[in-house]
């Protein structure tokens, strides 16, 4: 680690230029007071967030989260006690029983979003500020923020505490539930990712790594409204304007070395090819029987439709509508929803592009709590284990779920939302 540059003394030319990364529009930028933020002014996406004490914040936030981290993968998250025999169960144990049970790819995607994915997110925050904290340049800082990036869209944590809330409901009805204390450290991680996310300031973190402040000149010869009209990029890992850099024959971003395009390459027949295989597999998943339980009275597979008309008749009827939801209608409206942004796209829509791009939003946000079902079928296969009482086994619809939540957030990943407005008019010009 080298020492920081000097902080750049202030321009006192003219404002910096911008470009969204939702709509291309060019624009100028704007001082943000602390705690404010940015927004584009033909799509209101929002361009940058200016944090309160950003650094010292987010750094405690994710110290802090590292060590309950810990603390959640190495102690029981639930019991569950039937006639003096108690089962326990941790995160890696719930995904160790899946792959024991031949359920490989489901014990993957429940250790990569609930164990690796938050580990490498607080571990990777506290790698970039931590040094920054000393005055210090975190080593291959380009590398860790790429990664932690990636580690912020998968990680799950919420929707996995969701998950455990439901799993406690059933149990409920079948024996004793005991708490471990990995269920609460779970809470407090999920609330310190969650508050660290938002204190990690990027923006501002850049600009001490490279002792300038991101973003083009002022006096940057424009030819047109949009980013792509002027051949400028946007870097889509570190939100760097740039006109890019060749190394190996690709331009890439000079901040953070990611691949820069002025669109998304091959973005429509990539989103049409990860739809595509989630509306075949979402027949599958929601008519075949996602969990099997033997028990002394019988065997029983249930549907995930099946296990919403459990939840309502036992009385928890929120959440019977939450689990509907997450696993029913959010699947399906996601599919169509993506399915009509790509639609649009290919015929060169030019109505309603502020519609579409609020659909683009929300898709990205509500994504990944289709993973709830996920979840709980992980919690009850890991701690119903009583051989001679009852077992559960997931079903051949567990996995196929789970790929319809995986391919349905890789289609709303490849989709360029830029795409809804490039053959719009931009009604306002960069000022």
Known sequence: MSTLP????????????????????????????????????????????????????????????????????????????????????????????????????????????????????????????????????????????????????????????????????????????????????????????????????????????????????????????????????????????????????????PRCGARVHLRKPASLSRTWAYLSAAAVLYIPANTLPVMNTSSLFGAQKDTILSGVAYLWQSGSWPLAIIVFIASIAVPMLKILAIGYLAASANLHMTQRNETRARIYRIVELVGRWSMLDIYVIAVLVALVQFSAVATIEAGPASIAFGAVVVLTMLAAMSFDPRLIWDTATPRKEAR
């Open 6 to 253: 000097s902080a750049p003394a202030a321009s006192s030319g003219a404002r910096p230029l911008i470009a969204c990364h939702e709509c291309d529009l060019i624009q100028r930028e704007n001082p943000v007071p602390p705690g404010g933020a940015l927004t584009c002014c033909r799509c209101g996406a929002v361009l940058y967030r200016r944090r309160r004490k950003g650094f010292d914040r987010a750094l405690a936030y994710a110290l802090t989260a590292c060590v309950l981290w810990i603390i959640s993968n190495a102690f029981p998250i639930v019991g569950l006690s039937v006639s003096g025999s108690l089962v326990r169960t941790t995160l890696i144990g719930a995904a160790r029983v899946l792959y024991r049970d031949g359920m490989w790819p489901l014990a993957g995607l429940v250790f990569f979003t609930t164990v690796l994915m938050p580990g490498l997110q607080a571990l990777g925050m506290v790698w970039l500020l931590l040094p920054l904290h000393l005055n210090r340049r975190p080593w291959r800082a380009y590398a860790v923020f790429r990664l932690l990036r990636v580690a912020r869209e998968w990680g799950m944590t919420e929707v996995l505490m969701l998950g455990l809330l439901v799993a406690v409901v059933k149990l409920a009805h079948i024996a004793s539930v005991v708490t471990g204390p990995a269920l609460w450290s779970l809470a407090a991680l999920m609330l310190l990712l969650v508050a660290a996310s938002s204190a990690f300031d990027e923006r501002a973190m850049w600009a001490r790594i490279e002792g300038a402040p991101p973003g083009m000149p002022a006096d940057t010869p424009l030819q047109g409204a949009t980013a792509a009209a002027n051949g400028i990029f946007i870097c889509h890992d570190c939100g760097l304007c740039t006109r890019g850099a060749r190394r190996h024959a690709h331009l890439c971003c």
